[in-house]
Nanobody
Framework: QVQVVESGGGLVQPGGSLRLSCTASGKIIFPISALDWGRQAPGQQRELVATINSGGATTYADAVKGRFTISRDNAKNTVYLQMNSLKPEDTAIYYC???????????WGQGTQVTVSS
């Protein structure tokens, strides 16, 4: 069984920053797993925000390039999403997933709410 738990969401003013964390545990080999951050705004489909593979290579959605940074700490089985210059349109529930060879499937967490508002 695999558990994925996100944290770090909250209310922030436009232009502010937040750092999300996601820790995975259970039957996984974290260092050879890939990790995603996705988000879902009310009334919209979930969208992929950022990915980091086992080698540390990253990709980002155009909407967050230059503002968000995904990183991982294999010693802590944790992936982070540093979000800077936040905009109201970044408001969403943010989800983390672990997948690939080290996970044996795709597992999502329950999500953490991010609200950007003045």
């Amino acid at each position: 069984q695999v558990q994925v738990v996100e944290s770090g969401g909250g209310l922030v003013q436009p232009g502010g920053s937040l750092r999300l964390s996601c820790t995975a545990s259970g039957k996984i080999i974290f260092p050879i797993s890939a990790l995603d951050w996705g988000r879902q705004a009310p009334g919209q489909q979930r969208e992929l925000v950022a990915t980091i593979n086992s080698g540390g290579a990253t990709t980002y959605a155009d909407a967050v390039k230059g503002r968000f940074t995904i990183s991982r700490d294999n010693a802590k089985n944790t992936v982070y999403l540093q979000m800077n210059s936040l905009k109201p349109e970044d408001t969403a529930i943010y989800y983390c997933s672990i997948w690939g060879a080290g996970a044996g499937g795709t597992y999502w967490g329950q999500g953490t709410q991010v609200t950007v508002s003045s």
